[in-house]
């Protein structure tokens, strides 16, 4: 009994040590540390349930104590037959009842934000943004406003933002844990959701519904800044000129070659959604490809070798250009910088 | 022939005889056999799998092997290890348990097994033949229908033939209880393992059918170009799920009834004290079932279907909690007040109760809608359900394997070895999956191949890794268990001071199981005998002549037809070849069938005078 009492509470002790070392996970990706309006009240309600559920497992875990403690076989007493007891309904019923008002009080909190979350009465008066999930992409594009990006949403903070979500492949799942709770994106519907990020922050998030070998590398950003930062990055996502020729002479080598292979698939300003994301801000992505460090050297391997560094993407082997064109091309789009809003104004990506 | 008179035989006669075996004892240890071999190739694809997230942005395995790995161990583990594993133990153990002497169809039943066999083989031949299935064990569409290669027609093929042959044993199992039960055995004195045996059953024969059809639509949209899934034709992807889950969910439960049936034999016999609150049991088992039908959408609560569904079938969710803690604190009340015997069986009880509460904890959080948008196809999902089929079915089977070893093999395990098996087992258990709940929190989404440097998640990951290592070397001390309990002395007879029938016949188990009908005179009859008379089962009738059926090949060979059927469909688009053996696949199926139709098998009798010379 010792023994075996004492290994439990060794691995109890070391489950929850660990846990305190790993802390509640990192700021900007952790459904712990909640940002935004519909992870807190998820949070608030994972709090609760789990607060009336370790209730229940303490009174479990005692009457097993106690149990284990005073009913086993002592020694010289093994032929003696304990009394046959058939049942008692008294205790039968209040572990019924009591139940059944546990799962009431649960019950309610979790249907009144369940319609809360999904209320759409006031998308009519807030901003609206189309999101295509893609094989292994996310486009937006932002309503009424004609503007299109692709892998990061930025968003004001304070405010609802609607996402009108469906997929041009299979299903995928909208995820940002620090924000909000999840939608799938599926093909044949708008799922509609809203997020409101409380602080302005780079949120990671992700996939959550297997979509393939890359499903794991189909990361993105919402990237939370003040409303005026917001109109700002409208104003001059809007006045965007795709036409715009670079400074220097490797850049503009970069745009010809760019044009020549490039564009057939991916779109520069407001143009409708491609074949690949749109590129119009791609010098200000916090990320290449959803995960790489956005370096040159990164975004050169991306284009020479694309399979390697994402499975099953949809952009191997539909152009041929040198390494030495590879790198002109980087350099072009590393250039495209539209905005004085970036990734920065919201405190940047957190390492 | 007699047991006394079974002697070594040569390995080609008994491959032989269990080939043709329609004896339920025999079907029961092929399923125990074909299942533990499926559940040692998915224990290792699981490894495969924590040692690919050992570290971050691992390549040990490559981003599409990682997917097949996932699939397959899914698969392996649900349907063809857990659930034949489980039918192993109810064709074995439950006829003895109701004092009958074979299942109501014994036929039927070789069918039902080799069907599982041969399924279960063709679905992991997919790896010789250019790739396993790769969408996961729930095979989602469009994902499933848009996977190139002939990896998910292996899914498609080898489920419909192992769950043709889920759906015959389960159809015979029903028969067996409702038409088989011994003199005095009524249906609330019957062990509570034959009770889920039935419950089960019954959930098999209303759940596998909408899977059935899901399969065939998945065939028809694969193979023969119709739409039902594709979106650009008018089909419809989300059916898919509805179809899938209104078997996956009543799944769960036929995976952990059994198990509660298991532990509700297990803990009366070692605290030597009959279950308490009996007919409460039983009607907590019921209504378990009867939920388990109204609750398959909380699979789906981030689909989009709106929010008075989301609601809905939250409050049918967390109606389910109410049963599970009845059954909870019943077997908590059985021991108290009881004499508890720690042994290998009892102490898999003891390590379930704590863990599937935690499992049940965390179904009631993810049935809360609000929060299942956070814990939706994240780690905190796959803690969870590993810890409702880890923590409840796995160790129902684990305790059973050890508490009926003697009453099949007639041979004991080692304790010794058992129980150290056990505390690898558990203690590898919550150190891989406690941690998941946190991973899952901390933004892990499941079915990750990588997960990316600096986000706080190695650590997990390494401990998660660290534990299913302990649970793979747990498994090996099992195994090392079986092949030394060989080299041992014949078990005695009810080496466990056991309280139902199964332990009131001799060991070996005879073919005939009871030479004398036994007497039923309440719940426990082979305790009541203890306690009331000399500890034997009084017989029903005098002694007479048993008719017994003889055994088959056609079971075997129509299977077998089947199976060349289906890999003819797998690979029909390929060219004329596959069509051929379609053709040839099913002209031998439904010739076994005629075969069987029109040659009359009457059977045997043994005579009184054997029977005389045997052992009570």
Known sequence: MKRWMGKFKALMLFTFLTILL?????????????KGYGAEISFNLILYITFIMIGVFVVVM?????VLLRYREKKGQENEIPVQVEGNTKLEIVWTVIPII????????????????????????SINVDVTGNQYWWHFEYQDEEVSTSQDLYIPTGEKVYLNMISSDVIHSFWVPTISGKMDVNPENVNTMYIEA????????????LCGPSHSLMDFKVIAVSPEEYEQWITDMQNVDPEEVPADAVAQEGQDLFQNNCMGCHALGSAPSGVGPNLTNFGDRTHFVGYLEPTKENLVDWIMDPETLKPGNKMTGTYDVTEEEADKIAEYLMQLKPSEVTPESAGGIID | MSATTTQKRGLGTVIWDYMTTVDHKKVGILYLLFGGIFFLMAGVQALLIRTQLITPENDFVSAGLYNELITMHGTNMLFLAAMPLFFGLMNYVMPLQIGARDLAFPFLNGVGVWLFIFGGLLMNSSWFFGGAPDAGWTNYAPLSTQSPGHGVNFYVLGLQ??????????????ATIVLMRGPGMTYMRMPLFSWTTLVTSILILFAFPAFTIALFLMQFDRMFDTAFFDIALGGNSIIWQHLFWIMGHPEVYILVLPAFGIFSEVIPTFSKKRLFGYTAMVFATFLIAFLGFMVWAHHMFTVGLGPVANALFAIGTMAIAVPTGIKIFNWLLTMWGGSIKITTPMLYALGFIPSFTIGGMTGVMLGSTVADYQFHDTYFVVAHFHYVIIGGSVFGILAAVHYWWPLMFNRMLSEKLGKLEFWLFFTGFHLTFFIQHFLGLMGMPRRYWVFLENQELDLGNLI???????MG???????????????????????????????????????????HTPLTRGLDPLWIEKMEGDGKIKPAEPLHDLHMPYGSILPFLMSLGFTIASFGFIYQLDGPHGRILIYIGMAFAIGCMIVRSLKDDYGYNIPKEVLEKEDD
């Open chain 2, 473 to 515: 070397i747990a498994v090996i001390v099992l195994l090392i268990n079986v092949v030394l309990s060989y080299f041992k002395e014949p078990a005695p007879r009810d080496p466990w001071d056991g309280r139902t029938l199964e332990w009131a016949v001799p060991n070996p188990t005879p073919y005939y199981n009871f030479k």
């Open chain 1, 62 to 66: 005692v009457i097993y104590t106690i």
């Open chain 1, 198 to 209: 409380y602080e302005e922050g780079v949120y990671w998030g992700k996939c959550a519904e």
């Open chain 1, 22 to 34: 790993a802390g509640c996970g990192k700021e900007n990706l952790t459904a712990l540390d909640p």
């Open chain 1, 102 to 125: 546990l799962v009431i009080i649960i019950l309610i909190p979790t249907i009144f934000y369940t319609f809360d979350l999904a209320d759409t009465s006031e998308a009519s008066t």
């Open chain 2, 161 to 174: 033939l192992a769950g043709a042959g889920t759906i015959i044993s389960g159809i015979n199992f029903i």
């Open chain 2, 464 to 470: 998660s890794t660290i534990g299913a290592y302990l």
